[in-house]
């Protein structure tokens, strides 16, 4: 077992076992990784590696995406106040501390960087994980905090499900892509699991309700703004008033969009709300 980090601004990582030689064209794409988040590398095989992410799916990458770390930079990764979150949809990393510089890559929200210095004159320095270091304006940038204790009192609560779908509306619009979990294209998981990553809390990758992760079932009744709408094979945003946001493959409404559970409304999915089994939360 090797720990390792991703150096590319994403990687797709696959549910095919390599060894058996598919073609290209068969291989299925099943999670987008992002620049600077973490991986434990388990196997080689020839050009590709088997590996399970920081949030415990597992899939097959190309070797190339990712680089191994020593011991030294394994605890810097590990330790949560080193790094920082880029919070835009997109933020260009430039070689200068000026817009006219030249562009050293792009880099999708969510995406890990390490500080080099303070920031200064509205830009900060920062070092991507291939090592590379460049610049890019302060306000990209945020304090990860994964997995933190969610707060009990009603108005905080308001507000960190607020948060949730702040992000989960900066995707409207966005094109669906299986397996995405950027503003290029985002599957209905990576819709979900990505709002609830950058507010802290990391739910589970596909549209279930596994065991182990935060998000419990409650009553369609008990169900607030941000919680989570069950279908088969599908996962949705609960906005409010019946209406919901997700990420759907429908070629009548395909991509980041918003409907309703209402059979009056015009944005009504009949699909859909005759075939919701379950309601999740993660808030106590």
Not at 147 to 157: A, D, F, H, I, S
Not at 215 to 220: D, G, H, Q, S
Request: proline content about 5%.
């Amino acid at each position: 077992m090797q720990k390792a980090i991703v150096i590319v601004p994403k990687a797709n990582l696959y549910n095919i076992d390599h060894s058996h030689n598919c073609c290209h064209s068969e291989q299925e794409v099943s999670d987008e990784l992002l620049s600077g988040w973490t991986v434990t590398l388990s196997e080689r095989r020839g050009t590709w590696g088997k590996v399970t992410t920081h949030y415990g799916y597992c899939g097959w990458l190309k070797l190339s995406d990712i680089k191994i770390l020593n011991q030294q930079e394994c605890k810097l990764c590990e330790d949560s106040t080193s790094g920082f979150l880029l919070v835009q949809r997109l933020t260009d990393v430039l070689a200068a501390p000026k817009v006219q510089a030249s562009l050293l890559t792009t880099l999708f929200m969510g995406s890990h960087v390490l500080p080099c210095c303070p920031p200064e004159n509205g830009w900060q320095k920062i070092k991507l994980a291939n090592n590379i270091s460049g610049y890019l304006p302060s306000i990209a940038v945020g304090s990860p905090q994964q997995n933190m204790p969610l707060p009990r009192e009603e108005y905080l609560q308001a507000e960190l499900r607020s948060a949730i779908l702040a992000y989960a509306y900066s995707y409207l619009g966005t094109q669906y892509r299986w397996g995405g979990k950027t503003h290029e294209g985002i599957d209905c998981s990576g819709l979900t699991f990505m709002s609830y990553y950058m507010c802290g809390i990391t739910i589970y990758r596909d549209a279930v309700i596994q065991s182990g992760f935060p998000v419990r079932e409650i009553p369609f009744s008990k169900i607030k703004p941000a919680d989570l709408l069950y279908f088969p094979g599908h996962i949705a945003l609960y906005i409010g008033n019946g209406q919901y946001i997700h990420s759907t493959g429908n070629s009548k409404s395909f991509g980041c969009v918003i409907n309703s559970l209402h059979p009056d409304s015009i944005d009504y999915r009949k699909d859909l709300a005759e075939s919701l089994y379950a309601v999740g939360s993660v808030f106590p």
